[in-house]
């Protein structure tokens, strides 16, 4: 079975879908396993490995086919502008609960907490990946392998273990949970074996993880200003953490 056609269908059923050449060239960064790649141009791809990505161009060389406009448009929803789509393996449950009950933890899990938008946790699963957290863990309805969410986090699930959990079983560590009604954050240094959650855009924290938290933290935020998106506020505490936690240099608030 050579033809890249033949080869994508066999392998899309339960593959995760990497649309475009960042998504391709992150996920092979991070140890992602990645059984067919096609491009509509190899040698525009190959040169954009050249210019962005030396570490996987040899990669890229190898598993990269050139397939005809049509072909790459039958197999990704939404043609991506650098002609690139790969499918890679979703890593196990059970890899992903391993990775996220190691200890000792050296980086905080974040935990959103029956989040809605798609985007949001795409865009929390990159900056997770960027502050090098152990996880992100969700807990709803919500698929955090769900296409949408794998395109917003540009290929950076490989990066993090990413998983969906009931809030009974989030990995241990002490839970800051946060809330514009909390404490300061500034007056709390985030310990690297932190389980730092976030509530669902619409309703905020849920009941069952307000019971199970350890500390409620805010964010600085002008009166009159209900709320920051979820994104966002996951940014400044993941900052908030690289800033002060217990490695970083500097005087305990
Ligand atoms: C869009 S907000 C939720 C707004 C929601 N209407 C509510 O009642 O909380 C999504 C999440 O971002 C976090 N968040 C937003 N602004 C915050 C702030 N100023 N301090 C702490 N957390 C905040 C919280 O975890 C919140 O549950």
Redesign the pocket.
Same mark, same amino acid.
């Given at each position: 079975m050579t033809d890249p056609l033949s080869r994508w269908r066999a392998q899309a059923e339960g593959a995760v879908l990497l649309d475009g050449f960042h998504a391709l060239k992150h996920a092979l960064r991070f140890g992602a396993e990645v059984p067919v790649a096609v491009t509509t141009d190899r040698t525009a791809a190959l040169s954009l490995a050249e210019e962005l990505a030396g570490d996987v161009r040899g990669t890229l060389d190898t598993l990269l086919t050139e397939v005809s406009e049509q072909v790459y448009a039958s197999l990704v929803p939404r043609p991506h502008p650098t002609g690139v789509a790969a499918l890679a393996v979703r890593p196990s449950r059970e890899a992903n609960l391993r990775a996220l009950a190691r200890t000792p933890r050296t980086a905080p899990v974040v935990v959103l907490d029956n989040p809605r938008n798609l985007g949001n946790a795409g865009a929390v699963i990159r900056l997770a990946a960027g502050f090098g957290a152990a996880g992100v863990v969700t807990t709803g309805t919500l698929d955090p392998w769900h296409p949408t969410v794998v395109r917003g986090g540009a290929g950076l699930h490989f990066a993090t273990a990413v998983e969906r959990l009931g809030v009974g079983e989030l990995p241990a560590g002490p839970l800051f949970? +946060?809330?514009?009604e909390?404490e300061d954050i500034r007056g709390t240094r985030l310990p690297d074996d932190a389980v730092l959650?976030?509530?669902?855009?619409?309703?905020?924290?849920s009941p069952e993880l307000r019971a199970r938290a350890d500390h409620l933290?805010? +964010?600085?935020?002008r009166p009159q200003v209900?709320?920051?998106?979820?994104a966002t506020?996951v940014a400044m505490t993941l900052y908030h953490w690289s800033a002060t936690g217990a490695g970083a240099p500097g005087d305990a608030p």
């Open positions: 949970a +946060l809330d514009p909390g959650a976030f509530g669902s855009e619409r309703t905020g924290l933290l805010r +964010l600085p935020m209900s709320s920051y998106n979820l506020s």
